[in-house]
């Protein structure tokens, strides 16, 4: 896997549509997230969110802290493969034009 494809596969889950047939769902989105960060800094060093009312950052920071140790050319691979996973359960001609172009990065 390499570099490449990840940023395409990032610039692709950047551009979608929030209408759009492609939808990944709050699971899909925690996932890419922690790869996301996974690849670009490393492991999370940072203190958990303490705030009550802060949901959204503390499952973030514990979805990050879940793939300590991932190194980042596994976490290339597993948030292009989870990005072809949705693509192709989509199967429309948006969803085909995407695949060919990770498929062509």
Not at 53 to 63: I, Q, S
Not at 75 to 80: D, I, P
Request: proline residues 3%.
């Amino acid at each position: 896997m390499s570099e490449a494809k990840f940023d395409k596969a990032v610039a692709i889950i950047g551009a979608l549509p929030k209408q759009g047939a492609i939808k990944p769902t709050q699971e899909d989105q925690l996932y890419f997230y922690k790869y996301f960060k996974q690849a670009k800094i490393g492991d999370n060093t940072t203190v958990r969110p303490s705030g009550y009312l802060d949901f959204a950052g503390k499952a973030k920071w514990d979805a990050w802290s879940e793939v300590k140790g991932t190194s980042k050319e596994t976490a290339w691979k597993l948030y292009v493969d989870k990005l072809l996973e949705i693509l192709k359960k989509v199967d429309d001609e948006e969803s085909k034009k995407y695949i060919a172009e990770l498929e062509a990065a």
